[in-house]
């Protein structure tokens, strides 16, 4: 559908559908992860998924 609803309503303007159309996952640092862009998406094809990008490698105690 490519409406753009999902960058629309980020309260950030963060280009979520660019993202989305490019099949990549929105990594941009401002990102809330406030749940607008998933929540307004009329077809429900943005999910939020689980992520190492924040976890320490391992023995790095």
Same mark, same amino acid.
């Given at each position: ?5 999902? %960058? ?42 689980? %992520? %190492? ?9």
């Amino acid at each position: 559908m490519q409406c753009g609803m999902c %960058s629309y309503n980020c309260p950030l303007g963060i280009d979520v559908r660019g993202h989305a159309v490019a099949g990549k996952a929105v990594v941009d640092a401002h990102c809330l992860t406030c749940g607008e862009c998933v929540a307004r998406c009329p077809r429900g094809v943005l999910r939020f998924e689980s %992520s %190492s990008l924040f976890v320490p490698p391992e023995g790095s105690d």
